[in-house]
């Protein structure tokens, strides 16, 4: 019972709706780096190696027969995808060094000083009462 009492109070959790949040947007954000790697960078970088598609790159280690298909190492999507993810983890890492910086400032700034506390209210008219 003890593990569902914890799960319980994890999942209720606002880190938790928090995360599904990020995994939904991440998921979105993914989706539109791989339209630009594909749509904007990679037709320029296809031109430059001849007008090439990079989805089609491949090595043929054995060509299809009849209804057999090819069997091939097709390294031009794993190039495709090796972009797409250093432009995320680019963004991403772009994205967290601006939240840290804004974190710094805000950090920075002085803190209003603190109301006294009772007891030092108290000692500071005892203080001015001995001084009279």
């Known amino acids: 019972m003890k593990i569902i009492d914890e799960f319980k109070s994890f999942a209720v959790k606002g880190n938790v709706i928090d ?3 990020g995994i939904i947007i991440g998921a979105a ?9 594909n749509d904007v960078i990679m ?6 190696i001849g007008g090439v598609k990079f989805s089609s790159l491949k090595i043929v280690l054995k060509e299809a027969v009849g209804e057999t298909p090819a069997i091939a190492i097709n390294y031009g999507n794993f190039l495709q995808v090796t972009f797409d993810f250093l432009i995320i983890a680019l963004a991403i890492f772009m994205v ?3 939240m840290n910086a804004a974190k710094k400032k805000e950090e920075a700034k ?3 000083p603190a109301a006294p506390t009772k007891e030092e209210v ?3 008219e005892i203080r001015d009462l001995l001084k009279k």
């Open 122 to 124: 108290l000692l500071t």
């Open 110 to 112: 002085p803190a209003a």
């Open 19 to 21: 995360m599904a949040v």
């Open 43 to 48: 037709p320029p970088i296809g031109i430059l």
């Open 29 to 37: 954000f993914g989706k539109i780096v791989t339209s630009f790697v």
């Open 96 to 98: 967290i060094k601006a």
